[in-house]
C-alpha cells in the first residue's frame, strides 16, 4: 500500500497492490557413496556422487487498486528455474602416530541452471504485452574443482595443523535476449594453520589462521527476481565476484567435567565485500542491486559456552561484539561503514526419557550501520 503526498502534506494517491503467487518445487537427490578402512587403525578412504535435480516454478497475478478500490493494472510473471548439479568427492586419512593424521582428498561440483523470467501487462485492447525490460532467459554454468592436503600432530603441550587448499573456477552466463555473456575464471589458494598450547589438563590457548571464500549465491548472479513491489525492484549482479576473507583468531578454552568456554579475539579482512546498493531513477523506482564495494576490516571478540545440569538438561550459546568498516564506492557514490554491534544466540535442550527431547533457541542481532543506511535489529525465537 502506497500513499503519496504533496510537498503540503495533503494526500494525493492511494495505490494497493496485490501479489497472488503460486510456487511449485520439485527437488530429487541420488546419491551413491563407498568407504574402504585399511587394516591400520584409522586409515580410509572414501568417496561420493552425488546428483540433485531442482526446479521451481512461480506464477504470480499483479493487480494495483486505485483509491476507490477499482483496478487499474494488471500484470503477471513467470519464473520457471532449473538446477542440475553433480558433486564428485574423495577423501583420504592416514594416521601418523597415536594423535597425527594426514589427510588429502578431491571435491568437484558442476551446476547448470536455467532461469526463464516473463513479465506481462494487459493493455487496453486486453491483450497480455511482455515488458522488455523484465522478460529474459538467464543460463548460468559452474565448475568448481578442489584439492586439498593437511597434515597435523602433538608434541608434548603443543599441537599443530597445517593445510592448503588450491580451488580452479570457472563460471559462465548468458542473458539469451540480449545475448550479454559473462565468463569468469580463476584459481585461488586458501592456506591454513592451528595450533594449540594446552596450560594444563582442561585448559589450553589456541591461535589460527585461515583465508576462506564466500561465492555470491545464484540469487545474487540473477538480474531478474521479483516484480511484486513495482516501485522497489530488487535484482542480481552476474557480474558478482567472491569475497575473499584472511582470518586471524587467538582464544582461550576451558573444558571442565559439565561444560566448556571459549573466550577468543579475530581479525579479519575481506576484499570485494558484497554489499546491497540502490539507486534512485527519474520515475521514483529505487532498484537495488548486489555489488563488490572495495575492503571490509572487522575486529571482535567471540565468547561460545555450552553447560550440562543434571542428565537430562543442557544450555549452549555464543556472544559476538564486533567492529566492522566497509570502504568502497559504486555508481559514483562514497559506500563507506563504520559499525560497532553484536549478536547473540542461546538454545537448551530438555529430554525426557523414552518421550521426547525438546529444544528451544533464541537469536538476536543488533542494529548496524551499513554504507547507505541502518540495518534493523533482529530477533527470533524457536521452539521444537
Given at each position: 500500500?502506497?500513499n503519496d503526498?504533496?510537498e503540503?502534506g495533503?494526500l494525493?494517491?492511494?495505490?494497493?497492490?496485490?501479489?497472488n503467487e503460486?510456487?511449485d518445487?520439485?527437488?530429487e537427490?541420488y546419491?551413491?557413496s563407498?568407504k574402504?578402512?585399511f587394516?591400520k587403525?584409522?586409515?580410509?578412504?572414501?568417496?561420493l556422487?552425488?546428483y540433485?535435480?531442482?526446479?521451481e516454478?512461480?506464477r504470480?497475478?499483479?493487480?494495483?487498486?486505485d483509491?476507490m478500490?477499482?483496478?487499474?493494472l494488471?500484470?503477471r510473471?513467470a519464473?520457471?528455474?532449473?538446477e542440475?548439479q553433480w558433486?564428485?568427492?574423495s577423501?583420504f586419512i592416514?594416521?601418523?602416530?597415536s594423535e597425527?593424521?594426514?589427510?588429502?582428498?578431491?571435491?568437484?561440483?558442476?551446476?547448470d541452471?536455467k532461469?526463464d523470467y516473463?513479465?506481462e501487462?494487459l493493455?487496453e485492447?486486453?491483450?497480455w504485452q511482455?515488458?522488455p525490460?523484465?522478460?529474459?532467459?538467464?543460463n548460468y554454468?559452474e565448475?568448481i574443482h578442489?584439492a586439498?592436503v593437511m597434515?597435523?600432530n602433538?608434541s608434548?603441550?603443543?599441537?599443530y595443523q597445517?593445510?592448503?587448499?588450491?580451488e580452479s573456477?570457472?563460471?559462465?552466463?548468458l542473458l539469451?535476449?540480449?545475448n550479454?555473456?559473462?565468463q569468469k575464471?580463476y584459481?585461488?589458494f586458501?592456506p591454513s594453520?592451528?595450533?594449540?598450547y594446552?596450560?594444563n589438563?582442561g585448559q589450553?590457548v589456541?591461535?589460527?589462521?585461515?583465508?576462506r571464500?564466500?561465492?555470491?549465491?545464484?540469487r545474487?548472479?540473477?538480474?531478474f527476481?521479483?516484480?511484486s513491489?513495482?516501485?522497489?525492484?530488487?535484482?542480481?549482479?552476474?557480474?558478482l565476484?567472491p569475497?575473499?576473507?584472511?582470518?586471524?583468531?587467538?582464544?582461550?578454552?576451558l573444558n571442565?567435567?559439565t561444560?566448556?568456554?571459549y573466550?577468543?579475539?579475530y581479525?579479519?579482512?575481506?576484499?570485494?565485500?558484497?554489499?546491497?546498493?540502490s539507486?534512485?531513477?527519474?520515475?521514483g523506482i529505487?532498484y537495488?542491486?548486489p555489488?563488490n564495494?572495495?575492503?571490509?576490516n572487522s575486529?571482535?571478540i567471540?565468547?561460545?559456552?555450552?553447560q550440562?545440569?543434571g542428565e537430562?538438561?543442557?544450555?549452549?550459546g555464543?556472544?559476538?561484539?564486533?567492529?566492522?568498516?566497509?570502504n568502497g564506492?559504486?555508481n559514483?557514490?562514497?559506500?563507506?561503514?563504520d559499525t560497532?554491534s553484536?549478536?547473540g544466540?542461546?538454545?537448551?535442550?530438555?529430554?525426557i526419557?523414552?518421550?521426547?527431547?525438546t529444544?528451544?533457541?533464541g537469536f538476536?542481532r543488533?542494529?548496524?550501520t551499513v554504507?547507505?543506511?541502518?540495518?534493523?535489529?533482529?530477533?527470533?525465537i524457536?521452539?521444537?
Amino acid at each position: 500500500l502506497y500513499n503519496d503526498f504533496d510537498e503540503n502534506g495533503d494526500l494525493i494517491n492511494s495505490t494497493l497492490r496485490v501479489d497472488n503467487e503460486k510456487e511449485d518445487e520439485l527437488n530429487e537427490e541420488y546419491e551413491l557413496s563407498y568407504k574402504k578402512e585399511f587394516d591400520k587403525k584409522g586409515q580410509e578412504l572414501t568417496a561420493l556422487v552425488q546428483y540433485r535435480n531442482n526446479s521451481e516454478g512461480e506464477r504470480s497475478n499483479l493487480t494495483e487498486f486505485d483509491v476507490m478500490n477499482m483496478p487499474t493494472l494488471d500484470q503477471r510473471s513467470a519464473n520457471d528455474e532449473s538446477e542440475k548439479q553433480w558433486l564428485m568427492q574423495s577423501d583420504f586419512i592416514l594416521p601418523l602416530s597415536s594423535e597425527g593424521k594426514f589427510e588429502a582428498g578431491y571435491r568437484g561440483t558442476i551446476r547448470d541452471i536455467k532461469n526463464d523470467y516473463l513479465v506481462e501487462e494487459l493493455d487496453e485492447n486486453d491483450i497480455w504485452q511482455s515488458l522488455p525490460g523484465f522478460s529474459n532467459n538467464f543460463n548460468y554454468e559452474e565448475n568448481i574443482h578442489a584439492a586439498y592436503v593437511m597434515a597435523g600432530n602433538r608434541s608434548g603441550s603443543w599441537s599443530y595443523q597445517a593445510g592448503l587448499r588450491a580451488e580452479s573456477t570457472l563460471i559462465k552466463t548468458l542473458l539469451e535476449q540480449t545475448n550479454e555473456f559473462n565468463q569468469k575464471e580463476y584459481i585461488n589458494f586458501f592456506p591454513s594453520a592451528f595450533l594449540t598450547y594446552e596450560l594444563n589438563k582442561g585448559q589450553s590457548v589456541q591461535a589460527s589462521y585461515s583465508r576462506r571464500i564466500n561465492r555470491p549465491r545464484f540469487r545474487s548472479l540473477n538480474p531478474f527476481s521479483s516484480f511484486s513491489d513495482a516501485r522497489n525492484i530488487r535484482t542480481g549482479n552476474p557480474d558478482l565476484d567472491p569475497e575473499l576473507t584472511d582470518s586471524y583468531e587467538l582464544g582461550y578454552l576451558l573444558n571442565y567435567g559439565t561444560g566448556n568456554i571459549y573466550l577468543g579475539g579475530y581479525y579479519r579482512f575481506t576484499t570485494d565485500k558484497i554489499e546491497r546498493v540502490s539507486f534512485v531513477d527519474e520515475d521514483g523506482i529505487t532498484y537495488s542491486q548486489p555489488q563488490n564495494l572495495s575492503t571490509e576490516n572487522s575486529y571482535g571478540i567471540e565468547l561460545n559456552g555450552s553447560q550440562d545440569i543434571g542428565e537430562n538438561f543442557s544450555v549452549n550459546g555464543n556472544l559476538n561484539f564486533f567492529r566492522s568498516i566497509i570502504n568502497g564506492s559504486a555508481n559514483g557514490e562514497d559506500l563507506n561503514a563504520d559499525t560497532y554491534s553484536m549478536s547473540g544466540r542461546i538454545s537448551s535442550i530438555l529430554k525426557i526419557p523414552g518421550w521426547f527431547e525438546t529444544q528451544l533457541t533464541g537469536f538476536y542481532r543488533a542494529p548496524q550501520t551499513v554504507p547507505q543506511g541502518t540495518r534493523k535489529s533482529l530477533y527470533s525465537i524457536d521452539l521444537g
